[in-house]
């Protein structure tokens, strides 16, 4: 069983940054492949970013490119999002995401993933 905790999110103006966090249990986190998912209010839920267990390929939605970064830090059982340059289309509430599978090649499609967060809401005023 794995549970995983997100924060960092709040209120923030465009041009701002934030850095969500996403604790996660489990003694095996380090071979999970993570993510990080969206959802605006009466939209589906979008994949964003997420990170190869071994950290070696990192995946990004088109909008995020070069403004969101994806990093694990395997000794703290941590997932982080470093999110710059947000614009008001950047508001949702952001989960975090663990895949046990062996394969990731839908790694932008949430059936792809086992477990969630509960999520954490990221507004960002104009």
């Known amino acids: 069983q794995v549970q995983l905790v997100e924060s960092g999110g709040g209120l923030v103006q465009a041009g701002g940054s934030l850095r969500l966090s996403c604790e996660a249990s489990?003694?095996?986190?380090?071979?999970?492949?993570m993510g990080w998912f969206r959802q605006a209010p009466g939209k589906e839920r979008e994949f964003v970013a997420a990170?190869?267990?071994?950290?070696?390929?990192?995946y990004y939605a088109n909008f995020v490119k070069g403004r969101f970064t994806i990093s694990t830090d395997n000794a703290k059982n941590m997932l982080y999002l470093q999110m710059n340059s947000l614009n008001t289309e950047d508001t949702a509430v952001y989960y975090c995401?663990?895949?046990?599978?062996?394969?990731?090649?839908?790694?932008?499609?949430?059936?792809?993933?086992?477990?969630w967060g509960q999520g954490t809401q990221v507004t960002v005023s104009s």
């Open positions: 990170i190869r267990w071994n950290g070696g390929y990192t």
């Open positions: 995401a663990a895949s046990t599978r062996t394969s990731f090649l839908y790694y932008n499609a949430p059936m792809t993933y086992d477990y």
């Open positions: 489990g003694r095996t986190f380090s071979t999970y492949n």
